[in-house]
């Protein structure tokens, strides 16, 4: 099994900065993709942004050029930093990794328990 662990989510004003991170561990034999969603009360979950093992990364227009996804492998770690925050940001946010276990090397697909964002304006 995979487990991942999320940090750093809170409270900020418009304009301000949060930065997230993601921790993945336990049968891991390679990560092929790590991405952030979000959810938003009453709305369905969309995809924020993702990194793969490459280090390409994609972003929803909505948080071009403002958020910023970034990974280290050797702590299979991914980070978000949100910049220029809107209060249109708020959201619970979550984290998810797609690779392949090293139990008998089936794929799998992650998701951590969400952390929230309020953005206040």
């Known amino acids: 099994q995979v487990q991942l662990v999320e940090s750093g989510g809170g409270s900020v004003q418009a304009g301000g900065s949060l930065a997230l991170s993601c921790v993945a561990s336990g049968s891991i034999f390679r990560i092929n993709r790590m991405a952030w969603y979000r959810q938003a009360a009453g709305k369905e979950r969309e995809r924020v942004a993702y990194i793969i093992t490459d280090g390409n990364t994609d972003y929803a227009d909505s948080v071009k050029g403002r958020f910023t996804a970034s990974k280290d492998n050797a702590k299979n770690t991914t980070h978000l930093l949100m910049n220029s925050l809107k209060p249109e940001d708020t959201a619970v946010y979550f984290c998810?990794?797609?690779?392949?276990?090293?139990?008998?090397?089936?794929?799998?697909?992650?998701w951590g328990q969400g952390t929230q964002v309020t953005v206040s304006s």
């Open positions: 998810n990794v797609l690779g392949w276990s090293t139990h008998r090397g089936t794929p799998f697909d992650a």
